[in-house]
């Protein structure tokens, strides 16, 4: 004996059983995916461009999609954090150097700069924190103007290209470089401060990253010489760190916009790895020129002696 159609389940005239959500079985629904079709409940829904995706698809457009990035592979923040955070630090250093000297042009009496500030000697007697720190002080007012009126300037168009963390990473490479530089070459007695050395390497970063977008880099030329005429020409600013932090600034920051794109990050960081590689050396270097540097204080006055 032969069924009719109609009595068969899901036969022609009979009711289909209820739609149910893909990651719920048991909650029937009469809505689907735009993207993969699927049955999805109002909880597994989300909204999208045309109709609702669900879960699973907004996640795997989340993995895929491609987002607009700089030739330093930065994705564009449309905020500055790190140059506003970094003049913060260096004015907060400076009046807390104030503070504690009691005079505005005097604060390199401070025991916080004399702590600080980069003397090889007491560099190469193991206080090798100076090789930072020296970078946040500054002797003065004017000093201290100069410096982050440049970095201001400078510093939010390259953390607009290089992105929040590159760009820290090119100013302490540069403020090392700068530091090394110093200690490598400085008078061994002189006290060396500011944040000149980063500075510059910041400037030289600029020129760079101008000649790599095809724009004329003649600006920030001119602005790194005139800067460097002004090392020469005002008496006790550091032409070594100066010229150190540019010449590590601007090889950090080649490294940062000409890697290749395919592998951009493995390159950009073995090109850094190689530079503090090189500062390394120059700070041993350093080192091996002192010998044997004892019972180096760092309240003032700053006093180091040298064994024999």
Sequence with gaps: MTVPPSSQQGGYGSPLPPAVCARHPDRPTGLRCVRCDRSACPECLRDAAVGYQCVDCVAESGRTQRYATTVAGARPSGRDLVIPTLIGVNVAVFVFTVAQAGSLGGNAAAPLFQQWALSPL????????RLVTSGFLHFGPVHLAFNMIALWVIGRDLETVLGRGRLVTVYLVSLLGGSAAVFLLEDPDRLTAGASGAVYGLMGGLAVVLLRLRRSP???????AINVVITFVVPGLSLLGHLGGLAFGTAATA????????????????AVAALI??????VLTA??????????RSEPPLTCSVGP
């Design 122 to 129: 007491a560099v190469a007697g193991g206080q090798l924190w």
């Design 218 to 224: 003649g600006p920030a030329l001119g602005i790194i």
């Design 255 to 270: 490294a940062m916009v000409y890697a290749p794109a395919a592998r951009r990050v493995p390159v950009q960081v073995a």
């Design 277 to 282: 590689v090189v500062i390394i050396g120059l």
């Design 287 to 296: 080192d091996a020129r002192y010998g044997d540097v004892r019972d180096c």
